[in-house]
């Protein structure tokens, strides 16, 4: 002893060459010895220390991304691989057995099964037996399981990459059976065998056996087991307390915002403090490439913790927020603010139906600003209080405070407890879509268990104020479109016209910032005889004689409808993101003779090249800009929510 074997790891990821790694086993191991019951010293797992350094010292040699500590940075830098949180995965696992001896057996012993760099080396006790049956019954055959047990925090992973990395559908955290060990995403191997043995293979059961069109053809599950995907979020909230005694969280099972701020938080290596079933700490694994200079990992400042009955509405909203039924007895009236970006919007309410006691906001934020947010209390005996949470659950403001979001801070103006009125406000750097809930403080007391009086009624109020007027400056390439300028590559010219290059158009500094300088001209409206009664623009779709009708409008109706006097032709190109992406863009046009600046939509294409000019406008928009044909405007984008017409 101890003579060993190699065992090929090979990770199917595509370009993933830096996963592919050798570990050696010991032969002993090879037998599996998970019915043995562990003793004091022993891991939770059931496998002893030095196996289990085997199994999982695997990930050891996943070169860990530079400079990453935290789970939230790993989410960041969104690189489609969970490995680096293995650690911390290990450590969940270890929780999770504590209370659950002998729960789950190895399953990197099996010679022809291979598990990459990202699955857990074990499954639910019964699943990993069925799981060794089905490798038995065809030696010659192998399977690559990309995905076995996941701990709580690679599932918050998945799901905060949901929609990039090839994942178009995660389970929220908690949720998966992944979770419970019960399952594994696999490339198909001993399919027959894996069905003879009990396991299920998903399209099998939703899509007649049909790999095309099915949601998750990887995706096999066994269904003989423990569920046990909400004793995998206590065992991670159990480990966050024991880390932070001066910031203990519920150990509830339940998947929350408190505990998806922790997961943020924690660190990718696994907490120092360790298990709970076991005093002795973690030894911290350190690579020794580690340089020694590294800074520790960076001390987030806590937000201001919220009351516990607060906490414990905020909780009930933020699942409501994200879809999730409420798990209390609130009831939600659910409609839309329509704010527009960088004004103001309000609305006189009431809760007579007694059918409702939180009325729930949606309020898109489309441009950055300041929004002053206020729940007047206009009838009734009762005591406003607001909450505010982002699209994806996240609390925002905890009725008194700032929740301590990333994105979007909150400021305390009037709790509204002992008065009429709740005010704060918040501040949005991006286009974002918030929930502000309105109840009454005796609800967030009473735990949203009761109903306010039918009297009550209110006015609540939303006002944005936008730095420079609500003009968010872009530059000249953003979301994925750029300004046409001289010497860019143009797909749409090139079928057009026969040109590839963009000839005209400067990009030049006005004011610190980049514009493309160029000629303007103008086009549409019922004066536009250059185009027929029928000619319609190629990016809308709308007829362009009808567009800036009334040639001379007034004020009210420039205001009621700034998108019929708006608008510019250039010579997009359509290869990015197709025509349809102009439609959305808003681009900023200024006079640098007099500052004078418009902004405006894409409507059309054009004009052509042999004019020289860069840019068709609206008449209107010329007439504002105090320009006249051939002379120079400089053009930029601002954000898609900017509001049309005359800037300052
Ligand atoms: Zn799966």
């Known amino acids: 002893m101890p003579t060993t074997t190699d065992l090929r790891f090979v990770s199917t990821r595509r370009g993933a060459g830096i996963f592919s790694f050798v570990v050696s086993l010991p032969l002993w191991m090879m037998g599996g010895c998970a019915d043995i019951p562990p003793g004091p010293d022993e891991d939770p797992l059931g496998f002893d220390e030095e196996e289990l350094d085997e199994h999982w010292g695997a990930y050891d040699d996943v070169p860990l991304p530079k400079n990453l500590s935290t789970v939230g940075e790993l989410v960041a830098q969104r690189n489609c691989s969970t490995a680096a949180a293995m650690g911390l995965s290990q450590q969940i696992a270890q929780e999770v057995a504590c209370g659950n001896q002998a729960l789950f057996e190895n ?25 060794r049956r089905a490798a038995a019954r065809r030696p010659e055959e192998r399977i690559v399981i990309n995905s076995s047990w996941r701990s709580l925090v690679q599932q918050y992973i998945l799901k905060e990459w949901e929609g990039s990395c090839g994942i178009s559908v995660a389970a929220r955290p908690g949720h998966s059976r992944h979770e419970s060990g019960l399952s594994i995403d696999t490339n198909f191997g001993l399919a027959s065998s894996m069905r003879a043995e009990g396991w299920s293979w998903v399209c099998d059961r939703t899509n007649g056996g049909q790999w095309q069109g099915c949601s998750d053809p990887p995706h096999w599950d066994f269904f003989t087991g423990a569920d046990m995907r909400v ?6 909230q159990r480990l966050w307390n024991k880390a932070h005694p001066e910031d203990r969280i519920g150990v509830d099972g339940v998947y929350g915002a408190q505990t998806a701020a922790r997961i943020r938080r924690s660190p990718l290596s696994g907490f120092s403090a360790g298990i709970t ?24 400042p806590e937000p201001d913790a919220p009351q516990l009955d607060q906490d414990v509405a905020a909780r009930a909203f933020i699942q409501d927020a994200t879809g999730e039924d409420t798990g209390t007895s609130a009831s939600i009236w659910r409609p839309t ?39 007047e209390r206009r009838a009734g005996a009762w005591e406003p209080a607001v909450l505010v ?26 709790s509204g407890q002992g008065a009429a009125i709740a005010e704060l406000t918040v501040e949005n750097n991006a286009p974002t879509r918030l929930f502000f809930f309105l109840t009454s403080w005796k609800q967030i007391d009473d735990r949203l268990s009761g109903r306010l009086p039918t009297t009550a009624r209110y006015t609540f109020a939303l006002s944005q104020q936008c730095e420079d007027g609500g003009t968010a400056y872009r530059g000249l390439d953003h979301d994925g479109l750029r300004v046409p300028r001289s ?22 500094a006005y004011q610190g910032l980049s514009f493309v300088r160029g000629k303007v001209s103008w086009f549409g409206g019922p004066n536009d005889t250059g185009v027929t009664s029928q000619e319609t623009g190629a990016i809308t779709g709308e007829r362009l004689r009808s567009l800036n009708s009334p040639t001379q409008p007034s004020t009210a109706t420039l205001n009621s409808r700034p998108g019929d006097f708006y608008y510019i032709a250039m010579r997009w190109d359509y290869a990015p993101r197709g025509k349809d992406a102009w439609r959305a863009a808003r681009l900023l046009v200024v006079n640098p003779t007099n500052n004078k600046a418009v902004v405006v939509r894409p409507v059309d294409w054009g004009p052509n090249i042999n004019t020289r000019r860069v840019m068709d406008l609206s008449p209107q928009a010329l007439r504002d800009l105090g320009l006249t044909t051939d002379q120079d405007a400089l053009i930029a984008f601002v954000d898609a929510g900017t509001p049309l017409g005359i800037r300052q």
């Open 487 to 508: 010497g860019l590559s143009n797909a749409t010219l090139r079928s057009a016209l026969g040109v590839s290059v963009e000839r005209y158009g400067d990009t030049i």
């Open 231 to 236: 004793e995998s979020v206590r065992a991670f």
């Open 277 to 300: 079933c076991r005093e002795e700490p973690r030894v911290e694994q350190v690579p020794e490439e580690a340089p020694p200079e590294e800074a520790p990992p960076e001390e987030v």
């Open 389 to 414: 949470v982002d699209s994806r659950g996240r609390l925002v403001y905890g009725g008194d405070a700032d929740g301590g979001n990333p994105d979007v801070e909150a400021r305390a103006v009037a």
């Open 337 to 375: 603010a329509a704010l527009r970006a960088c004004s103001a919007w309000s609305i006189n309410e009431d809760f007579s139906s007694g059918s409702f006691n939180v009325h729930r906001y949606q309020v898109d934020l489309s441009v950055p600003g300041t929004t002053t947010v206020r729940f």
């Open 107 to 131: 399953i990197s012993d099996i010679n022809n099964v291979d598990l990459g760099p990202a699955a857990a080396p074990f499954l639910q006790k019964e699943a990993a037996r069925a799981l």
